[in-house]
Nanobody, 120 residues
Framework: VQLQASGGGLMQTGGSLRLSCAAS????????MGWFRQAPGKERDFVAA????????YYADSVKGRFTNFRDNAKNTVYLQMNSLRPEDTALYFC??????????????WGQGTQVTVSS
């Protein structure tokens, strides 16, 4: 499975961005998908995850209420809608596929990152 993330860019504080993660290859497995981010000099942190059905999501406290994770399985694409952006959201964002249909599983595949920069 290959994961291609896109949609990053430069945005002012309070603005919005939508990230996309398109999966290709063996995409028939019903797995949870996740988003992670890594700021310069910091560890990669969990941001959000969504189960295959799209009905269950889980968010880091730092983005809860501002970010929305959703998916279109017909398009093999997962999205992260980011609203009310803050400078501390600046990071390289990665999408990932879990080994099972829950965020308690391990990460099986990583996508390349897409940079999000929020100016104050």
């Amino acid at each position: 499975v290959q994961l291609q993330a896109s949609g990053g860019g430069l945005m002012q504080t309070g603005g919005s961005l939508r990230l996309s993660c398109a999966a290709s290859g063996r995409t028939g497995d019903r797995k949870a998908m996740g988003w992670f981010r890594q700021a310069p000099g910091k560890e990669r942190d969990f941001v959000a995850a969504i189960r295959w059905s799209g009905l269950s999501t889980y968010y880091a406290d730092s983005v809860k209420g501002r970010f929305t994770n959703f998916r279109d399985n017909a398009k093999n694409t997962v999205y992260l809608q980011m609203n009310s952006l803050r400078p501390e959201d600046t990071a390289l964002y990665f999408c990932a596929a879990y080994s099972e249909d829950h965020w308690h599983g391990t990460i099986r595949y990583w996508g390349q990152g897409t940079q999000v920069t929020v100016s104050s």
